[in-house]
């Protein structure tokens, strides 16, 4: 999991378990990675071979397509690694707190046309609600890091949730916070 989607593989990005492999040349087979991302084939016959990951949804390899190599008896061909990063994303609601309690209860409704935005530094990301009150925000590979989402206060309301106003959010590969 290519967590910051640099390209590298560096201390502390975890390898992904089940991730389809295919060694394609004078043998064809598939295998599937393990909990640490790991993977392996027993080649028998020498030759040029290509490996290639099997893409999942919501993923981007962001690793060059590893080229062919050249099998001999004896030799371990070891390193082909892919690198992958999964587009972060904050989802989530405003809704009107009919009894100001500060909890989503049903019956209160989502409000919409509201702006909820989020800053790091002199970054700014902004999105308007939907007819419900959903929103979501997606981030690429360039907006790692910590981001503070809130709303913009419209006149006439007072937020009552969350208690401090904004939510304080570490984006990377894969997150997904609603």
Known sequence: ???????????????????????????????????????????????????????????????????PFTVVFGQNVTDVDFGNYKQPKITGMKFEDLNGNGIKEEGE???SGWTIRATKGQS??????????????????????????GEILQQNWQQTFPANGTYSVNIQSGVEVN
């Open 109 to 111: 409704p989502g409000l």
């Open 1 to 67: 999991n290519d967590l910051n989607g640099n390209s590298v593989k560096e201390a502390g990005e975890p390898g992904l378990a089940n991730w389809k492999i295919v060694l394609q040349g004078a043998v064809a087979e598939t295998t599937s990675t393990v909990v640490d991302g790991t993977y392996q084939f027993t080649i028998t016959s020498e030759g040029t071979y290509s490996v290639i990951e099997i893409q999942q949804a919501g993923w981007v390899q962001t690793t060059p397509p590893y080229p």
């Open 124 to 149: 700014t990301k902004s999105t308007v609600t939907a007819g419900d009150g959903s929103y979501t925000m997606l981030f690429d590979s360039t907006e790692i890091g910590t981001w503070t989402v």
